[in-house]
């Protein structure tokens, strides 16, 4: 049996209560202004090793089939900067050989073009930093990651699509191409699902569904039987 508790002191402890779930609620949501995610308009048929959605292209060069490219984002967000914050696109890509000749990603010929913001079509741009293993040996398979930075005004939220120009090269040729994304809107992660009140039970919200890779993560909030 639980102890008396004073009546001058639920009133607080109905404040404390209460203060502790607006306050998580808050975190929850501001924790959903997250990156803004992007899927491949064509080709979408494979999977990154990060789990993004991959466009993915056999490499003809000379009309023969070297191996496979996958291109995929995953996502444009916020960076910390000197001036204090940057918008940037990050793309990745992955080669694999299954020919008898060395091939390799052209990282001088990435290019982000065509994107669109809030309706208007920004300028061509070339990655800021590049890392990885561009160069890939026969039988063998790299992976290159390319950071692209927008002008300062635009917001993650507000990039609607973009396309990205690539070459893959080999001793007998290149093999060009150009991969189109658009936004992906997320699942509904955002509004808090009810939750009930039980001497027996926390009041907490529900875990909300995650989209590609992005998770929501709600604690738990205990509450003292004794201020209800």
Not at 61 to 77: C, R
Not at 210 to 225: E, K
Request: proline share 11%.
């Amino acid at each position: 049996m639980l102890p008396a508790t004073p009546s001058s002191d639920l009133p607080h402890k109905r404040t404390r209560c209460a203060n502790a779930i607006k306050a998580t609620v808050a975190l929850a949501l501001a924790g959903c202004a997250g990156p803004e995610y992007f899927r491949p308009s064509e080709s979408a048929t494979a999977v990154s090793p990060q789990g993004f959605a991959a466009a993915q292209y056999a490499v003809l060069i000379g009309g023969n089939a070297l191996g496979d490219a996958k291109v995929w984002s995953s996502g444009a967000y916020r960076e910390k900067s000197a001036d204090g914050g940057r918008t940037v696109v990050r793309v990745g890509f992955s080669l694999e050989n299954n020919g008898h000749e060395p091939m390799w990603l052209d990282i001088r010929g990435i290019e982000l073009d065509s994107a669109t913001a809030d309706g208007r079509v920004l300028a061509p741009v070339r990655p800021i930093r590049v890392s990885g293993s561009p160069d890939v040996a026969p039988g063998g398979d790299g992976e290159v990651h390319a950071t692209f930075e927008l002008p300062p005004d635009v917001k993650p939220g507000k990039i609607d699509s973009f396309r990205v120009r690539w070459t893959v090269r080999a001793p007998d040729g290149e093999y060009a191409q150009r991969t189109p994304f658009l936004e992906q809107k997320p699942l509904p992660s955002c509004e808090p699902a009810p939750f009930w009140y039980s001497p027996f039970y926390d009041p907490f919200l529900y875990p909300a569904p995650f989209d590609n890779r992005l998770v929501v993560t709600h604690p738990r909030i205990y509450v003292d039987p004794r201020a209800r």
